[in-house]
C-alpha cells in the first residue's frame, strides 16, 4: 500500500515523467532485452519497429502516474491489459525484471531529478500495480482451465484444415492434440499462437472466427505484407502441423445475456476486423434478435466470409447485411462505394439511437466509426470496440 507522502511524490512528478515518458520506454526496451533477452519472444518486434509499443507504454505510465490515487477509473484499462498478457502466458516473475529495467530507465533519463524519495515511490507505485495485474491474472487463468475443454499455459493443438476465405485472409481450424471435448469461449475472443520461425518463437494474437462449443478453434489470418507470423501460415503451414496455443481471452466479446435483448445489434467491420464479429454472428444470429452486420472491404475479392454470412442472412430474416466496397471490380455489386460514413449508419438505424454497436477494422476504420458513433448519440455504455494502441490516437 503507498502511503499517503509516496502518493504525492507521484502526483508531484508525474508532469515530468510524462513529458519523458517516450524517452523512458525508448531507453527500457533495449536494456530489458539485452539483460533479459528470453523475454523478446512476448513482444511484437514489428511493433517495437514501429513505436506503437513504446507508445502504449507511454501512454499507460502517463494514465497510472495520473490516476494514482483513484485507480478504479482505470478498471477498463486493467481488464484489457491482463487479458493481453494471458494470451501471453505473462507471469509473476516477468513483473520484476520489467520493473527492475524500468525503474533504471526512468532513473538513466532524468538523472539527478529521481533521488531516493522519489525512486522508493515509484518502486512503491510499480509493485502496486504489479500486485494489481498479478492478482488479475490469476484470475483468468483460472477462469480459463476451469472452463469446458479449457486449459492454462501453453497447449499444443494441430492444424486440422487450411480454408481459404479470400484473396488475402485463410482459416486455419485448430484441434487439440490430446482430446475430443468441445471448447467453450466468449464470442470475440481471440488466442495466443506461438510458433518457431526460423529458429525464433514468435508469439501472435488472432481472433477466433466461429461460434464456441465446437472441438476445433478457429483463427482467420490476413496475410500481411511482410508479416512473419501471417506470411508463415500463409506460405509454409501444412495440415497436420502443430502449433501452441494459449487458451481464449479478452474482453471484446458478446456476453450471453445480451442474446435476447430487446435491442438491435450493429456488427460493423473493416477488413480482417470482421473475425471477431463472425464469431459474434454465428454465436446469436439464431436467435431471432435483429441483427445489422456492416462491413467495409476493398472489393468481393477482398471480403471475407460473404458467401457464409448471406447463407446466414437467407435463412434467418432477422439478419440485415450492409457492405461498401472502396474499389469495387466491374462484377461488385455491394450496398455502397467507396468509405464507410455517418449517413450511411444514419440510415441504417432509422433515426434509433438504443442499439448495441461493435466494431473493430484498421485504425483509419476505428477512428471513422469512433467519431460517427458520437455523432449519431449512441450511448457510450452501448458501444464496445477493441483497440490496443493509445485510446487517444482514435479521437
Known amino acids: 500500500m503507498l502511503t499517503a507522502e509516496q502518493i504525492s511524490i507521484i502526483k508531484a512528478t508525474a508532469p515530468v515523467v510524462g513529458n519523458h515518458a517516450r524517452d523512458i520506454t525508448g531507453a527500457f526496451y533495449p536494456l530489458l532485452f539485452e539483460r533479459y533477452p528470453h523475454v523478446q519472444a512476448?513482444?511484437?518486434?514489428?511493433?517495437?519497429?514501429?513505436?506503437?509499443?513504446?507508445?502504449?507504454?507511454?501512454?499507460?505510465?502517463?494514465?497510472y502516474a495520473s490516476h494514482i490515487d483513484e485507480l478504479g477509473q482505470l478498471s477498463d484499462a486493467v481488464s484489457l491489459i491482463t487479458h493481453k498478457h494471458c494470451s501471453l502466458n505473462i507471469q509473476p516473475e516477468h513483473y520484476d525484471l520489467v520493473g527492475e529495467c524500468l525503474m533504471e530507465a526512468i532513473a538513466m533519463v532524468l538523472g539527478a531529478a529521481v533521488t531516493t524519495a522519489v525512486a522508493d515511490a515509484w518502486s512503491a507505485a510499480y509493485r502496486q500495480l504489479a500486485d494489481i495485474l498479478i492478482n488479475a491474472e490469476a484470475m483468468i487463468y483460472q477462469q480459463n482451465a476451469e472452463r469446458r475443454g479449457g486449459w492454462q499455459g501453453e497447449r499444443r493443438f494441430l492444424i486440422e484444415a487450411i480454408v481459404p476465405e479470400s484473396a488475402t485472409m485463410t482459416s486455419y481450424y485448430l484441434v487439440p492434440e490430446d482430446q475430443e471435448q468441445a471448447i467453450d469461449f466468449s464470442a470475440g475472443q481471440y488466442v495466443g499462437l506461438i510458433l518457431t520461425i526460423n529458429g525464433s518463437v514468435?508469439?501472435?494474437?488472432?481472433?477466433?472466427?466461429?461460434?464456441?462449443?465446437?472441438?476445433?478453434?478457429?483463427?482467420?489470418?490476413k496475410h500481411e505484407q511482410g508479416g512473419v507470423a501471417s506470411g508463415y501460415l500463409h506460405q509454409q503451414a501444412k495440415e497436420g502441423n502443430p502449433v501452441l496455443l494459449t487458451a481464449p481471452c479478452g474482453d471484446f466479446v458478446l456476453t450471453q445475456d445480451e442474446y435476447g435483448?430487446?435491442?438491435?445489434?450493429?456488427?460493423?467491420?473493416?477488413?480482417a476486423g470482421i473475425t471477431p464479429a463472425i464469431s459474434m454472428l454465428n454465436s446469436c444470429v439464431a436467435s431471432g434478435r435483429e441483427i445489422v452486420f456492416v462491413h467495409a472491404a476493398i472489393n468481393s475479392e477482398h471480403h471475407a466470409f460473404s458467401a457464409h454470412v448471406q447463407a446466414l442472412a437467407s435463412n434467418h430474416d432477422n439478419l440485415k447485411t450492409f457492405y461498401i466496397y472502396e474499389a469495387p471490380l466491374p462484377k461488385d455489386t455491394p450496398d455502397a462505394t467507396g468509405y464507410l460514413n455517418a449517413d450511411m449508419l444514419k440510415a441504417l438505424m432509422s433515426g434509433r439511437q438504443d442499439v448495441d454497436l461493435y466494431y473493430l477494422g484498421p485504425k483509419p476504420f476505428m477512428a471513422c466509426v469512433n467519431r460517427i458513433v458520437h455523432e449519431l448519440g449512441i450511448p457510450p455504455q452501448q458501444v464496445r470496440s477493441e483497440w490496443f494502441g493509445p485510446r487517444e490516437a482514435l479521437d
Open 261 to 271: 435483448l430487446d435491442k438491435p445489434l450493429y456488427l460493423v467491420t473493416g477488413g
Open 202 to 221: 514468435v508469439r501472435r494474437n488472432y481472433s477466433l472466427s466461429d461460434a464456441p462449443g465446437a472441438r476445433h478453434l478457429r483463427i482467420s489470418v
Open 42 to 63: 512476448y513482444f511484437n518486434q514489428t511493433h517495437q519497429v514501429q513505436g506503437t509499443q513504446r507508445e502504449a507504454l507511454a501512454q499507460a505510465l502517463v494514465a
